[in-house]
């Protein structure tokens, strides 16, 4: 019997949420907050999926499905039926085993069947915080799945302990955590699951997804107010300020976009060891301009402003990150801030009842 194990990051974007929207530019980064899943294949005649915390699914895998690359709606009523999931049904465990039996169905159907496994999911990304976790998700499966099925190649790892697939088994891998994320999300915009592919930053602009060929691995706080918001309200708002007062909106909307191009601009510079001090200065520079734009927008919530406030008191700059309206925020830490800095803006955060890590955005995927 094999086992595999394979793990896909989270993501955070760094600017142009919502203006992105509206066809400017966004920078989405990978967060090394990741999610993991292990598949052993068997010869029980079984498939058991165990999602810690939400679920332990079994099934006996029938006959081949489709092997269309597209989640028509009549598909995925059969599978809702075939798992007893209630129409309309929304929870986190009816879309992850609907994910689940979509990717297992069709990837066995597009070359051979897949044979018996057990498969274990685990994740450090909370759910429903913005942050990929459902992509996350649906990119381990679909590289799981497409190796256990021999679609790809199990990659050898390199002297260095990493591992990586070729660029072609990476696209089919993204193709198909895409269609998994449609389960799950409905439209999604494809970000997320390019970002859990392939790491590091994208560049998305006008429905385009460019990969940044090289950015620092920078530090952050990443801030979980647990304010739930919905990022449809928020995004349906933002259009309805524009559409009332276009000339005022219109040119906060382009000031976004531009602070994404600096941004990716700096990040290249640091890169090339260009006066980092200065960079760093101009990063954060732009995190506070770009929070004030969320704010203008309407995007704001008093638990940022908070967030905000309290890494201020330590010469530190935040933004939120996503839909806004409570949610998650970002706090950009510099090579030499010092522990101390980050432990107390930390107990800060804490007290006010966020959750709060500190980790890097930028790692492989
Ligand atoms: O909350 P998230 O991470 O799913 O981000 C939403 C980003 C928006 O720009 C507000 C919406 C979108 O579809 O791009």
């Not at 809702?80 to 990717?103: E, H, K, M, N, W």
């Not at 799945?145 to 070729?166: D, F, K, M, Q």
């Amino acid at each position: 019997d094999k086992t595999l194990i394979v793990s896909a990051p989270g993501k955070v974007i760094l600017h142009g949420e919502h203006a992105v929207v509206h066809g400017k530019v966004a920078l989405a980064v990978s967060l090394n907050l990741r999610t993991y899943l292990q598949i052993g294949l068997c010869s029980n005649g079984r498939v058991q999926i165990n999602l810690p915390n939400i679920d332990t699914w079994i099934i006996t895998p029938g006959k081949r499905t489709t092997n269309q690359l597209t989640t028509s709606q009549e598909q995925v009523d059969k599978l809702r039926q075939f798992a007893g999931i209630p129409d309309g049904c929304v929870d986190t465990r009816s879309l992850a085993i609907l994910c689940f039996l979509y990717l297992y169905g069709a990837i066995s159907a597009s070359s051979r069947q897949l044979p018996s496994m057990e498969i274990l999911v685990w994740s450090e990304l909370p759910t429903g915080a913005g942050l990929g976790s459902s992509a996350a998700y649906s990119v381990c499966l679909a590289a799981a799945l497409l190796t256990a099925n021999e679609s790809i190649a199990c990659p050898v790892p390199e002297e260095n302990g990493t591992v990586r697939w070729a660029e072609d088994e990476l696209e089919l891998i993204n193709k198909w955590a895409f269609q998994g994320e449609k389960l799950i999300h409905g439209n999604p915009s494809g970000v997320d699951n390019a970002v859990g592919t392939w790491g590091g930053a994208l560049k998305y602009h006008a429905g385009k997804i460019m990969p940044l060929n090289r950015i620092p691995t920078l530090r952050i706080l990443l801030t979980n107010t647990k304010v739930p918001r919905s990022t449809k309200t928020l995004v349906a708002g933002v259009k309805d300020k524009l559409n009332k007062f276009p000339s005022i909106i219109g040119p906060i909307l382009n000031s976004i976009d531009a602070i994404s191009c600096e941004c990716e601009r700096t990040l290249a510079a640091i890169v090339a060891g260009d006066s980092t001090e200065e960079s760093y200065a101009v990063l954060e520079e732009l995190i506070d301009i770009n929070q004030h734009h969320l704010n203008v927008i309407g995007v704001g919530h008093s638990s940022l402003d908070r967030l905000c406030q309290a890494t201020a008191l330590h010469s530190l700059h935040s933004k939120l990150t996503g839909a806004g309206g409570g949610g998650c925020g970002i706090t950009l830490l510099r090579p030499d801030t010092s522990p101390s800095v980050v432990e107390a803006s930390k107990r800060a955060l804490n007290d006010m009842g966020y959750d709060c890590w500190e980790t890097n955005i930028g790692g492989h995927g």
